[in-house]
Structure formats: C-alpha cells, structure tokens
C-alpha cells in the first residue's frame, strides 16, 4: 500500500489559512469516510485533529477543518498562529483493511 | 485522564526478539481497539497492527505481517507487540495508541511517548 501523497511544506502568516492536500486512491481516501489528520510537534507525540473526513474531536480548536473530494482530503486551518507550527499527517483506512498514512507535512508559521 | 505508558525498547541485534508493552490507564480498556504505529528517526508515521476490543479482530501491515504479532489482556489494561525476526527497518520510536472505538478501524485519539527500538549489531 502506497503512501498518501502530500505537499512536504507549506507556510503562511499569522492571521491567514492554509491548506494542506492528501491525495490517495479510490481503494483508501476515496472509498471511505475514514480519513484522519494529526499534528506532531518536535520531540511529542501526534495529536489527533480531525477524524472521518470533517470531525473535530472535543477540545480542538474550530479553526482546523477537514473535508474530501473525491481521492483528495484536505486540512484547512484558519487565523494561524504560531502554535500551529508542527508537522501534519493524513492518514486513511483502506480497502484492505489496513492504514495507510501520508508523508506529511511540514507547516511554517512566518 | 488517559495514560499510555510504552515499555520494552531497547537495543536488539538483528534476527533477534523483543516484545513491548503497553500499560493503560485512565479510560475502560476494553471497550477500545488499541494500536501500535511506529516512526523511524527523522520519518514520517507507519501504522504497524491493531486488534479490537476483544481480540477479535487482528491487523498487521504487511511490513511485519508474519514477524510480529499484537496481543492484549484486559484483565490487566495492557497491549503488547511481540515482535521476532527484527531488522535494521523496523528501527523506530514504537508508539501505543488507544482507538477512538471498539472495531479496529485505526483512528488514534490518544497516544503514548513511545518506546524506542533499535536495530544493529
């Protein structure tokens, strides 16, 4: 099972949004509604941030959210700030019941 | 609160066996699926295996399907990932992540610190 396919950087300013993509296949991110994103930040461990596509799990700020169109999911996140900074991971359920994550991505705050 | 406490890593030579654990806490254990990913330094995450809340249902990536095998005992809150045959490859920090539900679809909404194996002779 392939990766799911992600930019490896992306940056904007404080205030602004930014959209990180993750493409995959029809057999995982297009097939299912399982498709997750988690922050990690330098030395910690992932975080989960949104769940099945758009879900915000309880005590995640509202300016992260997630949405799919056909194999590509993405992460918007809105008003950055510089607590943002860290690196982000899609990830998706697939076909054959297995977990394929994407590259990640990298998110400069400027 | 939730705790995920990792235990079990070290340095392994190659060929050889080490088993890690998981110690639980915090949440009911055995309504929950429970996971290990992996991260190898300076990489990006790999899911490793994940079984359900009652053992029912296994997974393994096929990375180390037929080399590792995850287990779990509810009446002690723990998971563990026996893991045989190693190789320089599976050298990464081994994170213990409890799932958002019972069925071992993986959505990881708590995890450990990680455990760190190291692979050389």
């Known amino acids: 099972q392939s990766a799911l396919t992600q930019p490896a950087s992306v940056s904007g300013s404080p205030g602004q949004s930014i959209t990180i993509s993750c493409t995959g296949t029809s057999s995982d991110v297009g097939y299912y509604n399982y498709v997750s994103w988690y922050q990690q930040h330098p030395g910690k461990a992932p975080k989960l941030m949104i769940y099945e596509v758009s879900y915000r799990p309880s005590g995640v700020s509202n300016r992260f959210s997630g949405s799919k169109s056909g194999n590509t999911a993405s992460l918007t996140i809105s008003g950055l700030q510089a607590e943002d900074e860290a690196d982000y991971y899609c990830?998706?359920?697939?076909?054959?019941?297995?977990?394929?994550f994407g590259g990640g991505t990298k998110l400069t705050v400027l | 609160e939730v705790q995920l406490v990792e235990s079990g890593g070290g340095l392994v030579q190659p060929g050889r066996s080490l088993r890690l654990s998981c110690a639980a806490s915090?949440?009911?254990?055995?309504?929950?699926?429970m996971h290990w990913v992996r991260q190898a330094p300076g990489k990006g995450l790999e899911w490793v295996s994940s079984i359900s809340w009652n053992s029912g249902s296994i997974g393994y990536a096929d990375s180390v399907r037929g080399r590792f095998t995850i287990s779990r005992d509810n009446a002690k809150n723990s998971l563990y990932l026996q893991m045989n045959s190693l190789r320089a490859e599976d050298m990464a920090l081994y994170y213990c992540?409890?799932?958002?539900?019972?069925?071992?679809?993986?959505?990881?909404?708590?995890w450990g610190q990680g455990t760190l194996v190291t692979v050389s002779s």
């Open positions: 992540a409890k799932g958002k539900s019972s069925s071992r679809i993986q959505v990881f909404d708590y």
């Open positions: 915090g949440f009911t254990f055995d309504d929950y699926a």
């Open positions: 990830s998706s359920y697939t076909s054959s019941s297995s977990l394929v």
